[in-house]
């Protein structure tokens, strides 16, 4: 049986010295939730290491059929996303 949506607030600073706190929250969440939106809008820093983890979790809920959707990304996230890449990898929607 499919869940409901899974919804998970981005705080306004997401980079490594959270990461692994960040990557333990990803992996408790249920994979089958379609989609999985991550609520982006506060986000006023975002490194490199934080945009590769969300591109690995992407991937890894694509295998599951599920999909990432990053809801409302603030101008700053979608700066850091486009300059490393991964504008085009992404989904967003906006709130």
């Known amino acids: 049986?499919?869940?409901?949506?899974?919804?998970?607030?981005?705080?306004?600073?997401?980079?490594?010295?959270?990461?692994a706190r960040l990557k333990t929250t990803l992996a408790q969440l249920p994979i089958n939730?379609?989609?999985?939106?991550?609520?982006a809008r506060h986000v006023t820093h975002i490194d490199s290491a934080s945009c590769q983890l969300f591109y690995a979790y992407a991937q890894?809920?694509?295998?599951?059929?599920?999909?990432?959707?990053?809801?409302?990304p603030s101008d700053k996230f979608m700066a850091v996303v486009k300059a490393l890449g991964f504008e085009t990898d992404f989904n967003y929607a906006s709130m």
Do not use: R, W, Y
């Open 1 to 19: 049986m499919e869940q409901s949506p899974i919804t998970m607030e981005l705080g306004e600073k997401i980079d490594i010295t959270a990461i």
């Open 60 to 72: 890894h809920l694509a295998i599951h059929n599920t999909t990432l959707v990053f809801l409302s």
């Open 33 to 39: 939730a379609e989609p999985q939106l991550l609520d």
